[in-house]
Structures are given as C-alpha cells and as structure tokens.
C-alpha cells in the first residue's frame, strides 16, 4: 500500500509540474503566433490524445517523466510567420525561459496559498546540545532561540537548515543571533571546509543541536534501575529530586549531578503523579552515571510555533521563499561543479517518489503542496543549466548564433545536442543510483 501511495504521488506531482512547465511554453509560444504542432505531457507511447481549433496535437503519454511543446521551425529553419525559426531572438528566448518561470510562478502561488492557510512548523528553538560539538564549544544553551544565522532571519528549523546550506564546503565562521533569557546573545561557529564532499541530512544537528524532546520514557532496559524502581514506557519525568525537568536533556545532567546517589523522581502516568526512587549505575564504557531509560522523542510543545499572514504579507513572503530556493540551487550545483557538496545529495524519481509518498502519509495535503512548490523550483533550475536540450541550452546556442551572426553548422549542433542528452541520461542514472544507494542503506 505504502508503495502505492508513493507511486502516485510521483506521477500525481510530476505530471503538475511538467504540465506548467510545458503551459508556460506553449502560451508564450501562442502569443508570439508561433504554431503549436504538439503539446505532450510524458513520453513513449500515446494514451490519449486530441486536437483544438488550431490544429494542435495534445497527447498523455505511458512514462511520467516529462514533457515537451513542439513548434514548428523549431528543428529546421521556415520562413513562415507562424514558425518558431522566423521569430526574433528576444522573443526566442522569452519562449524559452517561459517554461521555467512558469514553474516558479506556480512555487509562488502554492507558497502564498499555503502561507495564507499557516501550519504548525519547528521553531528554531534549540534542544539539547551535544557535549563537545561545535555549538557546545561555542556556548549554545538549551533553550536559546534562533534569531538569526549569517544576518538571514530565522523562524523554524527548516529555515535554519536552509541557510546553514549555504556555507556547506566553506572555510569561515558561521555566525548566530539567539534570544536567551529574555536578552540577546552573538555566537560564532568556525568551520574549515564545513561538510566538504559528505552528505549530510540534518546541519543543525551536525552542529550538536537536537531538537527540544520531552522527558517522556520511550524504553526501559531490563534489570536496569530504572527498571528496578519501577519505571516504565511512556512515563513522563516531571522532576528530579524536587527540580522541575521540562526537557530531556536534563535528566541526563540531574542524574550525573548525583554521583550514583538514589534520585528521588515523581512522574505522570495515565494522569496520576507517581513517586520513586532510582539509584543510577556507573557505566563504564560511557564514563557517567545512568539508569537505563531512553527517549520516546516526543517533541515538546514549545518547540512548535504557528505561522499564518494576510495575502499580502503571505505573497512576498512565497516570493522571498522562491527567491531563496533558487539562489541556493543554483549554488548548490556550483558548489558541486567545484568538489565543495557531494554530488551524492542529487535525488531522482525514486527519491522524488519517496517523498512525495511520505509527505502525503505523514504530513498530509499541506507537505504534499510544499512538496511540489519546492520540485517545481528544481526544475525550472535545472531546466536554466546550459546544456543542450535543456530550454538554458538553447538559449545558449541562439545567443552564440546572434554573436557570430550565423547559424551553427548542422554537424556541430548535432554533435551538441547528442553530447547535451548525454550528460542528461549520465546526470539521471547517477541519481537513479543514488536513490537506490539510500534505500540499501
């Protein structure tokens, strides 16, 4: 069933995408009266097709991996008006460039829809923080917030995570803003070739910042004293020899602070308040003081915070996102020409497909629609990248035409194109093995 569901979410958000990016061609085409002999949405064999008044032929196609708009004059030179070939170069590339701004104007509108509606989200609340990280050697606090990173203003996790991607591969500091205790604080992190060739998946955690848990029991071990006193999964911890705990991180510091005296410990179960008492083990492979309970990794409530802002408000903050989103892409792809980001991050369909699936399983409608706002962005970067047959390709070719003021031998273009499908076919097979990697893993 899952894979099912991953199935059509993949095809549900790539025929979406494509069938923007292709409209954003094909009415910019009509409106130059260019002449629209194919409007295919996939590829392979045709499943359903027909025609309008103007003669075009829509298809859907068997494989859901993209699309095309064919002009005429788009392959040979026509002298006809209604070609493609008799257009001015401008309006060439107006063309052009219409499939992808097409995908980041539909990024724009599902992020303004979405930032109109509001959701819950991470906060850029920091949790515990791991002894001997970079953050720790820094002096983050648990309970510090995120103001800013690098002077970008952060609100959630995620934001924090975009911006941290900035500087992956970097040699530098990474600069912070927080809020603790009600007064403000600058902290900086020094990085040396931060995450240089790896493939990371979470930045703030690589840092030694968790996310805020509460002190809920997820496992007891067996003949642990935890399990002795009678602790048990799912009790909740609310204080620790009279001292409120509010995180899961403190337990961890309350107990050590003990020297393996018996801490008294009143916990919530099924709504009633328990007293016990648990005397902790010196381990001596992890050189500390425990009793053998582990985390349920509940998130705390606080961590969440709720954003949602009148149209106005919801539009230029989709736009700012889009903006973002594709200044990044286009870093990272440059960063990863130049060796600083592991082309191991690059995902195909089966990594699209995977969250696709996820989003609609776990995060509902709302992370489906963010989902494709972001992949539609991806593909209007990728679709800028000059490689021929990519709509950036061609528009390299027409600018090199109008600067010599000739056309590109027949011979050296089609050396181009099959060099140009080459990479693409390459740049694919790499990611589909990618994807494959991560599901072994």
Not at 112 to 122: A, K
Not at 137 to 164: C, H, P, W
Not at 180 to 192: A, N
Not at 424 to 441: E, K, P, T
């Amino acid at each position: 069933m899952t894979l099912l569901i991953y199935i059509a979410g993949f095809i549900t958000l790539i025929m979406i995408i494509t069938a923007i990016h292709e409209a954003g061609h094909y009415f910019v085409a009509r409106f130059f009266k260019v002449k629209i002999l194919d409007f295919s949405i996939g590829m392979g064999r045709s499943l359903k097709s027909w025609k309008d008044s103007a003669n075009t032929e829509f298809h859907i196609r068997a494989l859901p991996i993209g699309g095309f708009v064919k002009m005429k004059g788009e392959d040979e030179k026509e002298s006809s008006k209604d070609s493609f070939s008799s257009k001015m170069y401008y309006q060439k590339v107006l063309i052009l460039l219409a499939g992808p701004f097409a995908n980041f104007i539909l990024a724009i509108i599902l992020l303004t829809g979405l930032n109109i509606y509001g959701n819950s989200s991470l906060s850029s609340l920091v949790g515990y923080i791991d002894e001997n990280s970079p953050s720790y050697d820094a002096g983050f606090n648990e309970g510090d917030l995120i103001l800013e990173i690098d002077s970008y203003k952060v609100f959630t996790r995620s934001d924090a995570q975009m911006t941290l991607s900035r500087r992956l591969g970097e040699t530098g500091n990474i600069n912070f803003l927080l809020k603790s205790d009600e007064s403000l604080k600058t902290l900086e992190i020094p990085i040396i070739n931060w995450l240089q060739g790896e493939e990371p998946s979470d930045l703030l955690r690589n840092l030694g910042i968790n996310i805020p848990i509460k002190p809920i029991i997820g496992i007891v071990l067996d003949d642990s004293p935890a399990d002795i006193s009678g602790l048990k999964a799912d009790d909740e911890i609310i204080e620790i020899n009279n001292e409120l705990i509010s995180s899961w991180s403190e337990i961890k510091g309350k107990i050590n602070n003990e020297l393996g005296l018996p801490a008294s410990l009143k916990i919530k179960r099924d709504n009633k308040i328990i007293s016990l008492s648990v005397a902790p083990k010196f381990s001596d492979e992890n050189k500390e003081w425990l009793i053998g309970i582990s985390p349920s990794n509940k998130i705390s409530s606080e961590a969440f915070i709720y954003q949602r802002h009148n149209p106005l408000i919801a539009f230029k903050k989709a736009s700012i996102q889009t903006y973002n989103v594709i200044n990044d892409s286009f870093e990272f792809l440059y960063k990863m020409l130049i060796g600083y980001v592991s082309p191991k991050n690059l995902g195909g369909p089966v990594m699209i497909g995977q969250f696709a699936g996820e989003s609609l399983i776990y995060g509902g409608l709302y992370s489906f629609i963010l989902l494709i706002g972001y992949v539609s962005i991806g593909l209007g970067v990728i679709n800028l990248v000059p490689i021929p047959i990519l709509d950036g390709g061609q528009i390299l070719i027409l600018s090199i035409e109008r600067m010599k003021g000739s056309p590109i031998s027949p011979k050296i273009l089609d050396l181009t194109y099959r060099v140009g499908i080459s990479a693409v076919v390459l740049l694919m097979v790499y990611a589909f093995i990618n994807d494959i990697s991560r599901i072994g893993a």
